[in-house]
């Protein structure tokens, strides 16, 4: 069986684009089928994309190739647990911000190549592990600034419209529906029942 070349590609939300991770796969030629790709967080390997990679796609002797280190994960660890993971599989990464392991390697200077290699994704891996450290310590420090100007976050609370109190009493004596209840104070289902205490 032939030795096939897949592409991951990752961004950390839904509302990201992946087009210069895709336009530099484009360049080498990549095919859409074999470009996998997720919308998800780097903080962990739990990802559906990179799962079904990793179960079903890549066999010993395939290639897989990523726009920079930090698209596998943020986490040192974990970048260093899936580098293993290739070599002991078999599988070869190429990474295009480290160029080293784009170029083929002449025979017998693997040690060579492996050493390069291993210096530049420990650098790497560091940087990585850093930025989300640092992005979130930055999350963390920008919310507690605005919870101290006053700024709330999540969903406003509800609020009990004017006719709130006469509905409540018409509603409880059986005189009108929930159902009635709700269109005459405007309200959803489980905004009303919620207010309602039920």
């Not at 083929?104 to 420990?122: K, R, S, T």
């Amino acid at each position: 069986m032939d030795n096939r070349t897949f592409y991951y590609a990752r961004v950390s939300s839904k509302e990201q684009n992946l087009d210069r991770q895709l336009a530099a796969f484009a360049a080498l030629g990549a095919s859409e089928r074999d470009i996998i790709t997720d919308k998800e967080s780097g903080k962990d390997l739990d990802r559906k994309g990179y799962t079904a990679l990793k179960a079903a796609l890549l066999r010993r002797g395939d290639t897989l190739v990523i726009k920079s280190l930090d698209r596998l994960s943020r986490n040192k660890a974990d970048i260093k647990n899936e580098l293993q993971y290739f070599k002991d599989n078999g599988i070869r990464l190429k990474v295009l911000d480290l160029p080293t392991t784009m170029m083929d390697c002449p025979a017998g200077q693997e040690w060579v190549w492996d050493m390069v290699n291993n210096i530049l994704i420990e650098v790497l891996g560091t940087i990585a592990q850093q930025e989300r450290e640092t992005t979130h310590s930055r999350q963390t420090e920008g919310i507690a600034a605005a919870k101290a100007k006053g700024v709330t976050f999540g969903r406003p609370k509800a609020e009990k419209p004017d006719n709130w109190k006469e509905v409540m009493e018409l509603w409880q004596s059986g005189q009108i529906t929930a159902k009635k209840a709700m269109e005459m104070t405007g309200m959803k289902r489980t905004t009303f029942y919620k207010l309602a205490g039920i």
